[in-house]
Every structure is written in structure tokens, then in C-alpha cells.
């Protein structure tokens, strides 16, 4: 015996509930349902943002925002003149969130914790009367002439209309494009670098503020700040390199050379600036008198690499000397021999393929009264609350389609 429900929704995750509770405010006369395998959901919005929850990012313009997702950019300009970031502000406030601006751009609640916006989604599905059944796994999802039947680890059900917000979820990639969709292939996009190089292996925790980052022999670059970490590298240039080239990299297996830019000068003018430093400077000793802001412990590294011996005075420098510390400011060259996950924050790039979505409605060109919203779609974004941004979007707009038809 199947149950029937008039909108039923698979993910208890962020887009589910936000989705969930938009449908039910505006239609309480309809019986909503959202299925969740695991015995809690929102689990992802539990860790975000290191437990604070990375609710958005403080950025207003939509034709700026959309250059923050290497898959979705021109999909997502449409949908975000209709809902963004403005909007997801409003709608958390309304219901008792504050949200606040951190320097750089990212949102989280006033309290600082992810349980905020949890307690806040529980609550008005709980006042709306949005159903949320949890350790039901969905097994199959079949089309119906009216509707949809999906069979669960706890029961059967059938609904008019059927929302899927589950993330990156192989099982369920597997269940939609068993009903006809075409799946990109995931890789994972948000990763740090593995590097075993000794010029960082003994200055974890040092952060270089500005570089410029490429990978040899592809047109992949970035800029912004670096973090040397206990494996490789980290911070947002790495992580923006990583979700641009994430299906580069992936074919690369993870093996390439990067080259970084410390100073973002070019090798002239930086030969230029030591040749002069070599004047001004000449009876002190290189190593301890960091320059171009740099970290204490990372020029001396750098320097160190250039086969400048630790006593060695500015006025001693020769001509390859001078050279190679120029070559290990702006053009230093680092092997990566693999990726490690950034933080809990598991973030891949491949679902729906993007062709087969309406990005008006969100709903599918395939399979009639068939929506997704979240990251189900082959939609990613940079770190920074970009990927929750797109979940609200998505959600937002699939849930008014769903009930507008």
C-alpha cells in the first residue's frame, strides 16, 4: 500500500527543507513530504563554515556572482535576478535569523553556529506541517502517466510532483538516469594540494597574502592568499584553482606542477628591485631582512633554495644569484602528487547534465513535474557560501514552479 502525497522531496538536506517549508507557507492545503535516508538531515549545513554555517556570500550583483561557479555560470544569471543573495537575507530574517558580513564577503548567522539555522528550518517544517520522514532510502524512482511512484527503504509512496535535492549522491544519479537523464561523471572539486617540497615542509600555518597561481601547461590560474599547510597547500587560491580545473585535474590524476607568482611582479622588475636592495641594503644579511611583505619563515626558505648561504650579505650577491632568487619569488615551480578533502566539505563537480534542466523553472526537459534544486545538477562553486547560494536559488524557484503548474 503506497502513501500519496501531493509534493514529495528526496533530501533532508539544505535545499530540501528550504524548498519544503517555501511550498508548504504559501499552499498549506498541500501535504509535503521529504524523504531523508539518514536518521537526521542537515547534516552538510552542520559543518559548514567550521560549524558556523556558510550561509551566503555578500556580493549583490548577479553577473558577478555567477564567475564564482566554474560549472553554472551563464545557467545560473537567469535564476539569480530572481533570487539571490538579497532575498536569502530577507527570507532568514523574516523568521529570526540574522545574518552578518565577515571582511571577507562571507555570511554567517549573528551566533555563530550552524544549529541556528538548523533549529531554524526544523521549526517551520515543524509549523507548516512539512512531513520529514528520515531513514528512508530511496531504492526507485518510476514515472507514472500522473505522477511518480518511489519505493523506499521504509514504504512506498506516490506523489503528483517530485523534487530531488540530494546532493552529490551516486545512488540516486544512478536512479535518474535509469529514468532517462545524463549524468556527468563526479570528480571532486574543493580539494587542497599534496606537496612534499622542502622549501615548505617546515613553515605550516604560514600564510603568503597575494599570489598568483597557474598550472603548468594549461591555461588554469588564480590569485588571492595562500596557506601552507602540514601536506601541501591551501587557502583560496588553491581551492579556486581546484573548482576551476577540477575536471582537468582529475584527468591529470592529480600529478602536475604548479607555478606561483609570491610578489605578482614580473622577473624584471623584481631582478630590478634586489639589484637596487643589493645597494641599499649592502652590509645586512639577506636572509633576515624580509621583503615584498612577505612571512618571516617563508623568504628565508625561498632564499635559502636560491643556494644563498645563510651569512651572505646583500652586497655579496652575484649575478645567478640574484637571478634565482628573482626565479623563486615570481616563477617557483612545485610538484603536487595528489589532493586531500577541504575540511568536511565534500563539494563535486558532475550531475544532471545541465542541458536536460529548464533553469526558469528547474524543472526537468526530460521527465514532466520532475525538479531538482542543490547540487544534484552539475553546478559547483569556489568556497565562500557560493554552493549554499545556488541551493537557496534552486530551491527557491523549483518550489514556486512546482506550485504555480
Known amino acids: 500500500m503506497s502513501q500519496t502525497k501531493d509534493i514529495i522531496i528526496i533530501g533532508g538536506g539544505a535545499a530540501g527543507f528550504f524548498a519544503a517549508i517555501n511550498i508548504a507557507e504559501k499552499h498549506p492545503e498541500l501535504s509535503v513530504a521529504i524523504l531523508e535516508r539518514g536518521k537526521e538531515g542537515l547534516q552538510k549545513v552542520k559543518i559548514s563554515g567550521g560549524g558556523r554555517c556558510n550561509v ?26 530572481s ?20 571582511e571577507d564577503g562571507r555570511m554567517f548567522p549573528l551566533s555563530n553556529s550552524s544549529q541556528t539555522i538548523i533549529d531554524c528550518f526544523l521549526d517551520e517544517a515543524n509549523k507548516h506541517n512539512v512531513e520529514v520522514l528520515y531513514n528512508h532510502s530511496v531504492k526507485t524512482i518510476k514515472a507514472l502517466e500522473n505522477g511518480f511512484n518511489i519505493e523506499t527503504s521504509q514504504g512506498n509512496f506516490e506523489s ?10 551516486p545512488k540516486v544519479w544512478k536512479l535518474l538516469e535509469d529514468l532517462g537523464h545524463t549524468i556527468i561523471n563526479p570528480v571532486p572539486s574543493l580539494f587542497t594540494f599534496d ?14 597574502k597575494h599570489v598568483d597561481i597557474s598550472v603548468v601547461g594549461t591555461d588554469l590560474e588564480s590569485q588571492g592568499p595562500l596557506l601552507i599547510t602540514h601536506v601541501g597547500m591551501s587557502a583560496p587560491a588553491i ?47 639577506v636572509i633576515n631582512l624580509t621583503q615584498f611583505d612577505l612571512p618571516k619563515r617563508l623568504w628565508k626558505q625561498l632564499v635559502l633554495a636560491s643556494n644563498i648561504e645563510e651569512t651572505k650579505r ?40 545541465l542541458k536536460e534542466v529548464n533553469f526558469k ?29 545556488n541551493a537557496w536559488t534552486s530551491a527557491y524557484i523549483a518550489s514556486g514552479s512546482m506550485i504555480l503548474q
Not at 503528483?160 to 549522491?169: D, P, Q, R, Y
Not at 649575478?319 to 563535486?348: C, D, H, M, P, Y
Open 56 to 81: 551566503t556570500h555578500a556580493e549583490f550583483i548577479p553577473s558577478e556572482l555567477v564567475l564564482n561557479y566554474p560549472r553554472g555560470e551563464k545557467e545560473l544569471l537567469g535564476p539569480f535576478h
Open 361 to 389: 523553472t528547474f524543472e526537468s526537459k526530460r521527465i514532466p513535474n520532475l525538479y531538482f534544486a542543490g547540487e544534484v545538477i552539475n553546478v559547483d562553486a569556489v568556497t565562500g557560501g557560493f554552493n549554499f547560494q
Open 83 to 102: 533570487f539571490m543573495t538579497g532575498d536569502t537575507i530577507a527570507w532568514f530574517e523574516e523568521r529570526g535569523v540574522e545574518l552578518k558580513i565577515e
Open 160 to 169: 503528483k510532483k517530485l523534487m530531488v535535492a540530494t546532493g552529490s549522491n
Open 314 to 353: 646583500w652586497a655579496d650577491l652575484n649575478k645567478i644569484e640574484l637571478e634565482a632568487l628573482a626565479n623563486q619569488l615570481t616563477s617557483a615551480i612545485f610538484q603536487v602528487t595528489g589532493k586531500s578533502t577541504f575540511k568536511e566539505e565534500f563539494v563535486t563537480a558532475g550531475g544532471v547534465d
Open 195 to 208: 606537496i612534499k617540497d622542502k622549501r615548505i615542509k617546515d613553515i605550516p600555518g604560514v600564510v603568503a
Open 239 to 285: 581551492l579556486k584553482l581546484s573548482a576551476f580545473g577540477a575536471v582537468e585535474l582529475a584527468k591529470l590524476n592529480y600529478n602536475f606542477e604548479i607555478k606561483i607568482n609570491f610578489i605578482q611582479q614580473e622577473f624584471e622588475s623584481c631582478l630590478d628591485e634586489l639589484k637596487s636592495f643589493k645597494q641599499e641594503f649592502a652590509r645586512k644579511t
